[in-house]
Structures are given as C-alpha cells and as structure tokens.
T-cell receptor
Framework: NAGVTQTPKFRVLKTGQSMTLLCAQDMNHEYMYWYRQDPGMGLRLIHYSVGEGTTAKGEVPDGYNVSRLKKQNFLLGLESAAPSQTSVYFC??????????FGPGTRLTVT | AQTVTQSQPEMSVQEAETVTLSCTYDTSESDYYLFWYKQPPSRQMILVIRQEAYKQQNATENRFSVNFQKAAKSFSLKISDSQLGDAAMYFCAYRRPAGNTPLVFGKGTRLSVIA
C-alpha cells in the first residue's frame, strides 16, 4: 500500500513551458486535492475532485488545469509556467469523512 | 468563509516537557471536523489527530491531545513528553462535514525541541 504518490519530486521549468504533475492513490478514495505551499502562506487549495470525471476550483485556481480520468489519478497541469508558480505542490486524498492523506510533495521552480 | 488562525509562528520546548500549540477558527457551522497536521523537514504532511465537533470528549493519540472549546472556537494541541522527533511545522485545519469540502489550513507553528 503506497498511499499517495507524486511524480516528479523536483522540476525546473523556464517561463512559458508546460508540464503535468501526476498524483496517484491506492486507497480507493473518492476525493482528491491539489495544494500549493508557499513560505508564510500555509497550504492553499488549487483544485479538487469529488469523484472520477469531476473537478472543482479551489482558492487559487488561475494558471492551472486538472483532470481526473481515473479514480486513482489526479493530474495538475501548468500550460504556461510563470515564476509566481514556483512553489511546493502537494496532492492529497480522502474518504467522505476523515482527514486527508498527503503525498510527499513536488518542488517546482520556474525561472 | 471559514478561517483558521494560528497565532504562534514559532514555539520551543525542552525535551521531555509539555507544550501547547494554539489554534482558533471562525465558522457559522455547528458540525465540522478539526485536524492537526505535522510537517517535518522531509515536507511530508502527517495527520496527527482529528476531532469531530459533535463529540464533547477531547481526542487523544498517545502523547498528543487536544483541548477543544467549541463555544470559544478554540482547538489547541498539547504534546506531552516532547521528543526531538516532534520538531516540525504544525498546521491546524478545519473542514465542513460535507465530503466535497476541502481543508482550510492555518499558516502553521514551527516547533523546536531543545535537547
């Protein structure tokens, strides 16, 4: 049981490049989330999904897109990366009740 | 909108002593969940303890316990017999009971443990 995994762990992009972050969970959780963590800001929700094929915007969705084609996977895309998107990105999943389980994070730097 | 406030950016405690981290929240809901997460230097977010608002009894997990004061909207975390491995960022979080509502996090408290 791997829990929540994220790929890649580190990435450096140039401004304007695109990339996709992959989150996978093997706990059969319905709900999945993408957060970003910036110094002094705590964790802020980007997008989330309440089930396969559904997504919803969180607190800071601009510049990101997501897809949940399979229940176990939640993808976060950056179409045209900007330096303001330099951050640590966390994926999480949960059942209907209870706490969320987090992946190990992806450190993204946009130059 | 719900907000979570952690008023102590940094705290320190001597090894084997007890420390209490504060958290307050703002909500108009009567039913909700509260959580404490630990984030060590590895960056992994680890669920420490959870509390359902409808339960009057304070949650306890080994050396970790909470003081939940619903009327005051306060949810503090007590760590007893502090260990060096307890050094981390601690985040308080709130969630409404509906399953499709995400967590709202405080900005965190950095805990140092002094040997």
């Amino acid at each position: 049981n791997a829990g929540v995994t994220q790929t890649p762990k580190f990435r450096v992009l140039k401004t304007g490049q695109s990339m996709t972050l992959l989150c996978a969970q093997d706990m059969n959780h319905e709900y999945m989330y993408w957060y970003r963590q910036d110094p002094g800001m705590g964790l802020r929700l980007i997008h989330y999904s309440v089930g396969e094929g559904t997504t919803a915007k969180g607190e800071v969705p601009d510049g990101y897109n997501v897809s949940r084609l399979k229940k176990q996977n939640f993808l976060l895309g950056l179409e045209s990366a900007a330096p303001s998107q330099t951050s640590v990105y966390f994926c999480a999943s949960s059942y209907w009740t209870g706490g969320q389980y987090f992946g190990p994070g992806t450190r993204l730097t946009v130059t | 909108a719900q907000t979570v406030t952690q008023s102590q950016p940094e705290m320190s405690v001597q090894e084997a002593e007890t420390v209490t981290l504060s958290c307050t929240y703002d909500t108009s809901e009567s039913d909700y969940y509260l959580f404490w997460y630990k984030q060590p230097p590895s960056r992994q977010m680890i669920l420490v303890i959870r509390q359902e608002a409808y339960k009057q009894q304070n949650a306890t997990e080994n050396r970790f316990s909470v003081n939940f004061q619903k009327a005051a909207k306060s949810f503090s975390l007590k760590i007893s017999d502090s260990q060096l491995g307890d050094a981390a960022m601690y985040f308080c979080a709130y969630r409404r009971p509906a399953g499709n509502t995400p967590l709202v996090f405080g900005k965190g408290t950095r805990l140092s443990v002094i040997a």
